[in-house]
């Protein structure tokens, strides 16, 4: 039996009061030049290839990010422009996603020892990260009663949802993980 991915979902949001660039907007350069990543990925991310993480090579990430890439198509959601990016994740996680808002770019993180992960649990890993996708809306809802909940009933109504949602994913992984269309793609990238 797989056992629960440790993961911690994390959302990367412009700034809240006025209507500032968001922080990725703020740093030029492109891909490849040692930024996080190109400026307004949106618009480019065509082609563009993976910022290198000093933790993983380039390959590494290209081959995360593009099993990452097809197995959003395979589920539904092509839209989205998924980046390994360079800093990795917090110690207690395999992997992390971000979502840039309204652009649809997940911005993934893999552990320090990424490379020593059996790599099934790297395609389980990979694949739990690519469902949160699928939910990265319900955050908004959440935040949507920031003004009529107080603060501490929000917290709880915000943490709550969080562990079902992980539930959720992890459920679905196990499903998902073995679907042909995911081995497949699983076996072009890392074999």
Same mark, same amino acid.
């Given at each position: 039996m797989n056992k629960p991915i440790r993961t911690r979902r994390t959302d990367v949001r412009p700034p809240r009061r006025g209507w500032g660039a968001s922080p990725l907007d703020e740093q030029p350069g492109t891909a490849?030049? =040692?930024?996080?990543?190109?400026?307004?990925? =949106?618009?480019?991310?065509? &082609?563009?290839?993976?910022? =290198?993480?000093?933790?993983?090579s380039d390959?590494?990430?290209?081959?995360?990010? /593009?099993?990452?890439?097809?197995? /959003?198509?395979?589920? &539904?959601?092509?839209?989205?422009?998924?980046?390994?990016? #360079?800093?990795?994740? @917090?110690?207690?996680?395999?992997?992390t996603v971000g979502v840039i808002h309204g652009r649809y770019v997940? #911005?993934?993180?893999?552990?320090?020892?990424?490379?020593?992960?059996h790599p099934d649990e790297q395609r389980n890993t990979l694949v +739990? @990260?690519?469902?949160?996708?699928? +939910? +990265?809306?319900?955050?908004?809802?959440?935040?949507?009663?920031e003004s009529a909940v107080p603060k501490k009933a929000?917290?709880?109504? +915000?943490? =709550?949802?969080?562990? @079902?949602? #992980?539930?959720?994913v992890d459920l679905l992984t196990t499903v998902v993980q073995d679907m042909p269309a995911v081995r497949s793609a699983w076996h072009r990238h890392y074999s």
């Amino acid at each position: 039996m797989n056992k629960p991915i440790r993961t911690r979902r994390t959302d990367v949001r412009p700034p809240r009061r006025g209507w500032g660039a968001s922080p990725l907007d703020e740093q030029p350069g492109t891909a490849g030049e =040692g930024f996080r990543c190109p400026r307004r990925l =949106g618009l480019f991310d065509q &082609g563009v290839p993976q910022v =290198g993480a000093k933790h993983l090579s380039d390959k590494d990430a290209d081959r995360a990010a /593009a099993f990452m890439a097809e197995v /959003a198509s395979v589920l &539904g959601l092509p839209q989205w422009s998924i980046r390994v990016m #360079e800093k990795p994740c @917090e110690k207690d996680a395999q992997a992390t996603v971000g979502v840039i808002h309204g652009r649809y770019v997940a #911005e993934v993180r893999l552990s320090r020892g990424w490379t020593h992960v059996h790599p099934d649990e790297q395609r389980n890993t990979l694949v +739990h @990260e690519v469902l949160h996708l699928f +939910h +990265h809306r319900i955050d908004d809802v959440v935040l949507a009663a920031e003004s009529a909940v107080p603060k501490k009933a929000l917290r709880r109504l +915000h943490d =709550g949802l969080n562990v @079902e949602l #992980e539930y959720m994913v992890d459920l679905l992984t196990t499903v998902v993980q073995d679907m042909p269309a995911v081995r497949s793609a699983w076996h072009r990238h890392y074999s």
